[in-house]
């Protein structure tokens, strides 16, 4: 089960435009269960990425749709293997009956309160990517008899 703040990892999702994606991380930024164009969904994340090489880090970081994330901003004993960031402004809506995940780590309280901050300024900018490629239609279970 993630809660608010986990960094998860998801198996195989559909991106943005529809395509199956491999596994990629991301944190969660809203655990609860709701309803987006109709559809339910569990959770929201952004997607985490990892930085090339220090020219890709300053071209990404020159954004303000990316927020670094170091392992200061990690809570308990894991460590990212690499330089990492947050696309903050891109929202993955997921129904955790749909795919496979689990929790990796945790981000500490005062990295998920500066990401929020970065994603509440980008949806009054109205520069969210609201993205719901991973959720399904829910089929009604009741046969019509004759």
Do not use: W
């Amino acid at each position: 089960m993630c809660k608010l703040g986990d960094i998860i990892v998801v198996s195989e999702f559909k991106g943005e435009y529809g395509a199956n994606l491999p596994t990629h991380s991301f944190i969660v930024v809203d655990d609860t269960h709701d309803k987006i164009k109709g559809l339910n969904y569990d959770f929201v994340a952004p997607i985490m990425s990892s930085f090339r090489d220090e020219e890709h880090r300053k071209k990404i970081l020159s954004y303000s749709v990316n927020k670094e994330i170091t392992n200061s901003d990690l809570d308990g004993d894991f460590k990212l293997k690499k330089a990492s960031y947050v696309k903050a402004n891109k929202l993955y809506y997921f129904d955790k009956k749909n795919i496979k995940y689990y929790v990796l780590a945790r981000v500490n309280d005062d990295f998920l309160e500066e990401l929020m901050k970065v994603i509440l300024t980008l949806d009054e900018k109205d520069r969210l990517s609201i993205i719901t490629t991973n959720l399904k239609e829910e089929q009604d279970s009741e046969l019509e008899t004759v």
